[in-house]
T-cell receptor, first 113, second 114 residues
Framework: GAGVSQSPSNKVTEKGKDVELRCDPI?????LYWYRQSLGQGLEFLIYFQGNSAPDKSGLPSDRFSAERTGGSVSTLTIQRTQQEDSAVYLCASSLGPLEVQYFGPGTRLTVT | AQSVTQLGSHVSVSEGALVLLRCNYSSSVPPYLFWYVQYPNQGLQLLLKYTTGATLVKGINGFEAEFKKSETSFHLTKPSAHMSDAAEYFCAVTQASGTYKYIFGTGTRLKVLA
């Protein structure tokens, strides 16, 4: 079956521009996570959605970052006024529930010039 | 707050030798522990997980890990390394109540020498 998909796969943007990253989770998965992977930094938790509950936004690094999940399915991570330190691979994962296996997407590589 | 420490960002072993990747966690509540693997140019996938019950957990590709509460450790082992085990390995922790956010370690890149 289809896995988690993310788009775009690569994004190059100028400093100060806004970007939107999209995640299509596996159908039926109620939990959705966003992570940021920087070289030597491992995976940094950003935000977690579970069903209709309020998301856990505690990992968002600044108010320039926001995310939404529409209809309990597709999610969009928005970064406003991008900075060079935002350059990283942004990973999305989904799971049947919060303690179940997370299935990761291929990621979006963001480069801010 | 929860945290994960992976000792050794790079580990090299000879083919056929024991693989030992170290993970220590910090958690004020009973933890749920995971190992994920990222093969070159592939997405992360689950190797194994500990939730409750048996403290020795077996995963895919011959890997296993043992939850040791007294040592706050969840080290990953494999008796005999294969070339195909070369990858980056991540330990992660979450908890069974409250928020289910996952904290990942910084990863250990395993190199297998012929």
């Amino acid at each position: 079956g289809a896995g988690v998909s993310q788009s775009p796969s690569n994004k190059v943007t100028e400093k100060g521009k806004d970007v939107e990253l999209r995640c299509d989770p596996i159908s039926g998965h109620t939990a959705l996570y966003w992570y940021r992977q920087s070289l030597g930094q491992g995976l940094e938790f950003l935000i977690y959605f579970q069903g209709n509950s309020a998301p856990d936004k505690s990992g968002l690094p600044s108010d320039r970052f926001s995310a939404e999940r529409t209809g309990g399915s597709v999610s969009t991570l928005t970064i406003q006024r991008t900075q060079q330190e935002d350059s990283a691979v942004y990973l999305c994962a989904s799971s049947l529930g919060p303690l179940e296996v997370q299935y990761f997407g291929p990621g979006t590589r963001l480069t801010v010039t | 707050a929860q945290s994960v420490t992976q000792l050794g960002s790079h580990v090299s072993v000879s083919e056929g030798a024991l693989v030992l990747l170290r993970c220590n966690y910090s958690s004020s509540v009973p933890p749920y522990l995971f190992w994920y693997v990222q093969y070159p140019n592939q997405g992360l996938q689950l190797l194994l997980k500990y939730t409750t019950g048996a403290t020795l957990v077996k995963g895919i590709n011959g890997f296993e890990a043992e939850f040791k509460k007294s040592e706050t450790s969840f080290h990953l082992t494999k008796p005999s390394a294969h070339m195909s085990d070369a990858a980056e390995y991540f330990c992660a922790v979450t908890q069974a109540s409250g928020t289910y956010k996952y904290i990942f370690g910084t990863g250990t890149r395993l190199k297998v020498l012929a």
